[in-house]
């Protein structure tokens, strides 16, 4: 995205912000609260309004066609999205076919987030925080995306959870996706990335490497 | 588009069995309505018989915009909006879906209160095919033009007060057209029942293009 | 806040008032017009034989209750036109529209009551006519409430756009189907104004239809004016915010006001 000025409920959350980004690539996002952090993933994921400058993701101008990457995008948000009175599996299907993901995805997803055996049947708004987290986890997993946006995925999870989304995120980037996450944990973040942006005041402060020359898919400004 | 539709109809019909709130509280509530009419209106049969189609439909009607203010509160759980805008989820698709989920609740609504009313109004039925097309046209529409205001007002705060505001005006021909198609499916009306449900039919087909066309656009960025 | 942005972004001098040649030019003639119907409505104009003095009315009811249609045509179409090219000016446009016409419903619901209670004895009647203006009405005080709450501009303006391009099947759903109700009961014919018109009667009513014509438009104008100087302050606070964001994590740094606030 280049100069990109993105307004949330007329505050402008992002202020100018230029980056790059190549297929494989996890990169973190970290700055303190307010930074424009969540603002940027929302962007990428086509689900803010740009009021100025240009974002193109997975090859797609956002600004003009919001709605054609949608499909080929995951987000795990800080709200879970999942339907309460629908069971962990009934969720984890639905999200999988309304991305067009078959149901066999959706049942090795939940294998793979550990959701299969009792669990499973369980309306989701009986689980606890943590569960849900997972749950949305897995949904995401079934629709296989090739760009994952994580916003703090590690928060309220247990040590299990944590270690969880770190295999899955290496499993996706060795597959060829390409993962951006926010994160407050950094020992742990910092572990997982292949490179670091800080975001301050809606704007870039510091970018640990930009990649070594365009790979595939990449976004440009 | 159609795939779509069906997978959202099925998942708001599955949360609807699940928690039963239709049955539970859409039914009663319209059953209590007619009730109430029949202490409202002295049970004077000569009133509530020639009353009895307007009655019927006006707590359908209320009933109607309980089972869309509820189709759109099933969305309001945190997260699950943007989860829905980030799916991919055909946006025409999704518009028939939740109509179609909303239709199925109705029609099954009307079965019910249509018992209630032969019991308690001492109705007479004398035209059953030009009431089951009545019915259908008008549940048809009924929703149609409800899910798309619902998602006009979905994203508000004030949603509850605004809906019925926006919506019930412009149900009032259904409501007018399907009164009158009913009366003379029961034999006390005046004019071509067919007619009426033929503008019913006009109304569905009109809304349902609308709701098709503007849904999604109305779904942005919301 | 620091500096307000008129200092830093210097843009032609703030209007005010929302007056111009063209709106005082349509203001004198509306003014001059509405004496000389005034005069003819009610002193020259002569009575007539049934309906004696309340057939005046008719003087307003019939110019109100069509350039209310004009007004919902109007709305629908600058709605149409702003979803499809998604400048403000259609949105204000659509808005003002909308709210001159929900007066003008106003206008003619009452003077239909007025007349009505004289003519047949009540205030209200269920005729065709009446019945299908009411809705209308409610159905543009639903578009005010729509525009009223404060959600996201973006947002508010297309819902209101959709809102607004649904008043005219709306409008004409109801029309037909209350019309072809009451025409079952015969009733229809009751507001349809039976007197002969001619002469003068007929030259004042053309004459208040051009001068309500002209009024109306004054009023939108100044209306519209109003509503695109209150999006001008928007952007400006937009620069304002820009600047004051960018200034929160660089407290050093020159405060550089953002880019074109087109």
């Known amino acids: ?221 | 588009m159609l795939a779509d539709a069906r997978l959202v109809a099925g998942k708001d019909l599955r949360i609807e069995w699940r928690s039963r709130v239709g049955i539970g509280q859409m039914v009663p509530f319209a059953v209590l309505v007619l009730v109430l009419f029949a202490f409202a209106l002295d049970p004077d049969r000569g009133i509530l018989t020639r009353a009895t189609a307007g009655l019927y439909w006006v707590a359908t009607l209320f009933a109607g915009l309980l089972a869309v203010q509820r189709a759109f509160a099933l969305e309001a759980a945190p997260g699950v909006r943007e989860a829905m805008r980030l799916s991919g989820l055909d946006p025409a698709g999704w518009f028939l879906g939740k109509a179609a989920a909303i239709a199925v609740q109705l029609l099954l609504l009307e079965a019910v209160l249509g018992v209630g009313v032969i019991v308690l109004y001492a109705a007479d039925l004398q035209g059953p095919l030009l009431l089951l097309a009545t019915c259908m046209a008008a549940t048809v529409g009924i929703a149609a033009a409800g899910t798309l205001y619902g998602v006009l007002a979905a994203g508000l705060a004030v949603r509850d007060t605004l809906v019925p505001l926006l919506l019930l005006p412009v149900l009032a021909p259904v409501l007018l057209g399907a009164t009158r198609a009913s009366e003379a499916a029961l034999g006390n009306g005046v004019g071509d029942g067919w007619s009426w449900c033929g503008l019913l039919a006009v109304f569905a087909v009109l809304y349902t293009m609308l709701g098709m066309t503007f849904f999604g656009t109305l779904l942005e960025e919301t | 806040m620091t500096t307000t942005p008129t200092e830093t972004t210097p843009p032609a001098p703030p209007a005010s008032s929302t007056s111009s040649p063209l709106t005082r030019v349509l203001g004198t003639l509306a003014g001059v017009g509405v004496v000389l119907v005034a005069w003819l409505g009610l002193v020259a104009s002569p009575r007539d034989i049934v309906q004696k003095d309340s057939v005046r009315l008719i003087y307003v009811h019939v110019p109100a209750v069509t350039w209310m249609y004009v007004a919902v045509f109007l709305c629908a179409f600058a709605s149409f036109m702003w979803l499809r090219k998604r400048t403000d000016g259609w949105d204000v446009l659509a808005a003002s529209a909308a709210e001159l016409a929900a007066l003008l419903t106003g206008l003619g619901l009452i003077t239909g009551m007025v007349w009505g209670r004289p003519t047949w004895g009540v205030y209200w009647v269920w005729d065709a006519r009446l019945t299908s203006t009411a809705i209308l009405f409610v159905l543009l005080l639903g578009y005010q409430a729509l525009r009223r709450y404060p959600a996201d501009p973006q947002s508010r303006s297309r819902m209101a756009a959709v809102l607004g391009l649904l008043l005219v099947p709306n409008a004409a759903i109801v029309h037909f189907s209350v019309d072809w109700w009451r025409g079952l009961h015969q009733d229809a014919t009751v507001s349809k104004i039976d007197v002969s018109i001619e002469g003068l009667m007929l030259f004042t009513l053309a004459a208040s239809f051009v001068v309500m014509g002209i009024v109306c438009a004054w009023l939108l104008v100044h209306r519209f004016r109003v509503g695109w100087l209150e999006r001008r302050a928007e952007r400006h606070h937009l620069d304002a915010a820009l600047a004051d964001r960018q200034a929160d994590a660089d407290p050093s740094a020159g405060v550089a006001v953002g880019g074109p606030s087109s």
Not at chain 1, 12 to 37: F, M, S, T, Y
Not at chain 1, 52 to 70: K, M, N
């Open chain 1, 1 to 221: 995205m280049a100069d990109a000025v993105v307004l949330l409920d007329r505050f402008p959350a992002l202020a100018g912000v230029d980056l790059d980004v190549a297929r494989g690539e996890i990169v973190l996002l970290r700055g303190p609260n307010g930074a424009g952090k969540t603002t940027l993933l929302r962007t990428c994921a086509g689900l803010a309004r740009v009021v100025q400058g240009t974002v193109e993701v997975l090859g797609v101008d956002l600004v003009a066609a919001p709605r054609s990457v949608r499909r080929r995008v995951g987000m795990l948000s800080h709200q879970d999205g999942l339907y309460g009175d629908l069971t962990v599996e009934d969720n984890v299907r639905f999200w999988a076919r309304a991305a067009g993901a078959d149901l066999a995805d959706a049942t090795a997803a939940l294998a793979r987030c550990d959701l299969d055996g009792r669990l499973a049947t369980v309306p989701a708004a009986r689980l606890s925080a943590g569960q849900k987290r997972r749950t949305a986890l897995a949904a995401l997993l079934a629709r296989r995306p090739e760009l994952w946006l994580l916003d703090e995925p590690h928060a309220g999870l247990d040590r299990a959870g944590r270690d969880l989304v770190d295999r899955l995120v290496r499993d996706a980037a060795a597959a060829g996706a390409t993962v951006v996450f926010a994160s407050h944990e950094l020992d742990r973040a910092e572990g997982l990335a292949t490179r670091a942006v800080t975001i301050a005041g809606g704007q870039i402060r510091e970018d640990s490497g930009a990649p070594a020359g365009p790979i595939g898919v990449e976004r440009a400004g």
